[in-house]
């Protein structure tokens, strides 16, 4: 029996950035970048903005490499087949 393709590592990134909570957190960042650009003297929207888009990507890059950990360690697992 032949493996199915493997899916390549920026792809499951891009699925790990866009996941329903990261999508609802990359909203809130576009709107609240939106609030500045209708009210630029006040930059706590661009603050928060920021902030939101730097934890969608730390979560994203953690769950990657949480995943990315475990089927490698799934792969050493066939090792033991005889």
């Excluded at 790990?16 to 209708?38: K, Q, R, V």
């Excluded at 939101?52 to 994203?60: C, E, Q, R």
């Amino acid at each position: 029996m032949s493996e199915p393709p493997k899916t390549p590592g920026w792809i499951l990134y891009l699925k790990e950035c866009t996941s329903l909570f990261n999508c609802l957190l990359w909203i809130c960042s576009i709107m609240c970048a939106i609030g500045y650009g209708l009210y630029p003297a006040d930059p706590s929207n661009l603050y928060l903005a920021l902030v939101l888009a730097i934890m969608v990507l730390i979560t994203a890059t953690v769950s990657y490499v949480m995943t990315s950990k475990s089927v490698e360690l799934m792969e050493s697992f066939k090792n033991f087949l005889p």
